[in-house]
């Protein structure tokens, strides 16, 4: 026979079960869940009440009460299990990406720094006689005097030694030791160190205790150029540097030779190139000559040859010696060799960028 009381908490234990599995599925948040526990599951809880009713009922009702009621506390009590760990999840969840680094994003490049202008001529440079089949070596800044005068037939009262104002190293028990004031030792170096033919370039730094001008720095650069053959002419001198003229700095720019006295050169030329500024008619970066001098080059001298044991009667060979500070100038249209030395980050930012 139907018992209204049995019925009544049979419909509170469906009703619990529902807006309990509401409650629990509703909480966004481990308090509230929590809450949500206390109110289905705790001691005041409608179930909670049912469940005490049951030892009032009789055996087979409080079997059949109790039953659903633990199937109930059971449904519960799994509900709020999964949905505490649901929330974990997402707690751990929301804390990895906060966490998150995005390396989908394009990271910011740092901008490369440039090639100072000097670098950039000198690598040319060595890139245009390479092409024409010559070396590119290296020499030691730190001379010795007869490397740098005695063996290039620059005598010890010669004038050219003043001329060249040369800086002394202080080293105590080598007083020969000097700042190369030219590259030319280098046609030494190279011809002592193995027989005909030579076909070499040196770039590098020469110093001089000279005055600053809007041409002349205290250390500056040379490349010299050296090549010794059988039958070498004047006339492969003037054409190898035709051609490298033209390439550098572009057939616009006229170059002449007009004669010049170096000791260890005979005969012996001065290279000019037209101005860069004026075109040839006369400024005051070329002096009003239309002309900046660029290039000291020649014959090399017999002595010279003799002195580091080469047969003078069988080879000969030409020389050269270029300051690229002003071939710098004059290929990037510079008006001051102070520019190439002040390191301004806006000038040197004009130029191409390191590789
Ligand atoms: C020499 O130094 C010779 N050794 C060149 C040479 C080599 C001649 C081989 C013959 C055979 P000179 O002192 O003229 O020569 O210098 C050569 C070049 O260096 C000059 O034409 C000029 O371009 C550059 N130069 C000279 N002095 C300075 C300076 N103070 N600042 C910048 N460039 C300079």
Not at 25 to 35: K, P, T
Not at 55 to 77: F, Y
Not at 220 to 235: C, M, N, P
Not at 283 to 311: K, N, Q, S
Request: charged share 25%; with cysteine; aromatic share 8%.
């Amino acid at each position: 026979m139907a018992d209204p009381a049995i019925d009544e908490m049979l419909r509170v234990l469906e009703q619990e079960r529902a807006r309990g599995l509401e409650l629990i599925g509703a909480a966004s948040s481990h308090e509230e869940l929590e809450r949500a526990e206390v109110a289905v599951l705790g001691r005041k809880s409608p179930l909670a009440s049912v469940q005490r009713g049951l030892g009032a009922l009789a055996d087979e009702n409080r079997r059949r009460v109790g039953q659903r009621t633990n199937e109930v506390r059971e449904t519960l009590r799994s509900a709020v299990a999964e949905r505490r760990s649901t929330l974990d999840r997402s707690a751990d969840d929301r804390l990895l990406e906060a966490d998150a680094l995005d390396v989908t994003l394009s990271g910011r490049r740092p901008r490369p720094g440039s090639l100072h202008p000097l670098t950039i001529v000198q690598r040319e440079i060595a890139d245009i006689f390479m092409r024409l089949g010559y070396q590119v070596l290296d020499g030691p800044e730190v001379e010795d005097e007869w490397h740098n005068f005695d063996a290039l037939n620059i005598p010890q009262d010669h004038p050219a030694r003043t001329m060249m104002d040369t800086t002394f190293v202080d080293v105590p028990g080598h007083p020969e030791l000097l700042l190369r004031t030219h590259t030319s030792p280098m046609q030494i170096r190279t011809m002592q160190a193995g027989p005909p033919p030579i076909y070499v370039v040196v770039p590098g730094r020469v110093y001089r205790n000279e005055q600053i001008t809007a041409k002349n720095m205290p250390v500056f650069h040379q490349v010299e150029g050296l090549a010794i053959d059988e039958g070498i002419s004047f006339a492969d001198l003037k054409g190898t540097l035709e051609a490298f003229y033209r390439e550098l700095l572009g057939p616009e720019r006229q170059i002449r030779l007009t004669p010049s006295f170096f000791p260890f050169v005979e005969p012996g030329a001065q290279v000019e190139v037209s101005c860069f500024v004026c075109g040839g008619g006369g400024c005051r970066t070329c002096g009003f000559t239309g002309w900046i001098e660029t290039m000291g080059a020649g014959m090399v001298h017999p002595r010279v040859l003799e002195a580091v044991g080469y047969d003078a009667e069988r080879w000969t060979g030409f020389a050269f010696g270029g300051g690229y500070d002003r071939l710098a100038m004059i290929r990037f249209g510079i008006p001051d060799i102070r520019i190439l030395w002040e390191n301004d980050i806006r000038f040197l930012e004009q130029f191409e960028a390191s590789g």
